[in-house]
């Protein structure tokens, strides 16, 4: 199971993330309260693993200015989290790594991804960002085969089992389901979060959308995206 902590703005919140096992930290250079200047992101991902997947995190952004701010950044994936079209998602596609392509659940996008080109696709409330549980019946109906589902929306250490159970998706997203405050993770949340995500996923790796789970417990992602 994928796990990504999303809304980073403290050096040691990052750290922590990874020595707990997260395979994806994500910084927001959209307008929010755990938005991060570009420089500070720089400064932390040049902290983390190599292996460590860092995503910039953007909504209803120029394709230049995207592309501009992951390279200046040094990070390795743009997650676009707005109304971008099919054009300008596969535009950054072209010229960033990877591309996270996020989606309300029930929006029509989901039903033609490939003309998008992203790597992944993510599921979230209507409002993303703003930490809501939505019905994630809505996410069922999300393409299996051929497609990594990244689930976000209101995710806790408490309801992540059961979201995974229902939607089964290749990775999990959480933000401030794992706060102490905006921007601030929560070490005890945190680590609940990971473990019981990790704990779900193992029971429901046969799903096509589930993430492998390696020996080693983390996910490498590096093997999946390069296969």
């Known amino acids: 199971m994928f796990v990504k902590i999303c809304g980073i703005t403290r050096e040691e919140d990052a750290l922590l993330a990874v020595a707990l096992g997260a395979d994806a930290i994500g910084f927001v250079f959209a307008p929010s309260p755990r938005q991060v200047a570009v420089d500070r992101a720089r400064d932390i991902a040049r902290r983390l693993p190599p292996d460590t997947l860092t995503v910039g995190v953007f909504r209803d952004e120029l394709p230049d200015r995207v592309v501009d701010i992951v390279h200046h950044a040094g990070l390795r994936a743009a997650q676009l989290h707005g109304f ?103 070490a005890v949340k945190l680590r609940e979060f990971i473990d019981t995500a990790r704990a779900a996923g193992s029971a429901t790796a046969d799903n096509s959308r589930a993430a492998p789970l390696s020996e080693d417990g983390p996910y490498d992602w590096e093997d999946d995206f390069s296969s």
């Open 84 to 186: 971008e079209t099919a054009e300008q998602t596969r535009e950054v596609r072209s010229r960033v790594p990877l591309v996270i392509k996020a989606f309300p659940a029930g929006h029509p996008g989901l039903t033609d991804l490939e003309t998008y080109g992203a790597d992944v696709v993510l599921v979230d409330s209507s409002a993303p960002g703003s930490g809501e549980v939505f019905d994630w019946r809505l996410a069922e109906d999300a393409p299996r085969s051929g497609h990594r589902v990244l689930l976000a929306g209101g995710l806790t250490p408490l309801n992540v089992t059961d979201a995974i159970e229902r939607v089964r998706p290749w990775g999990v997203d959480v933000s401030t389901g794992v706060e102490a405050g905006p921007g601030i993770k929560d």
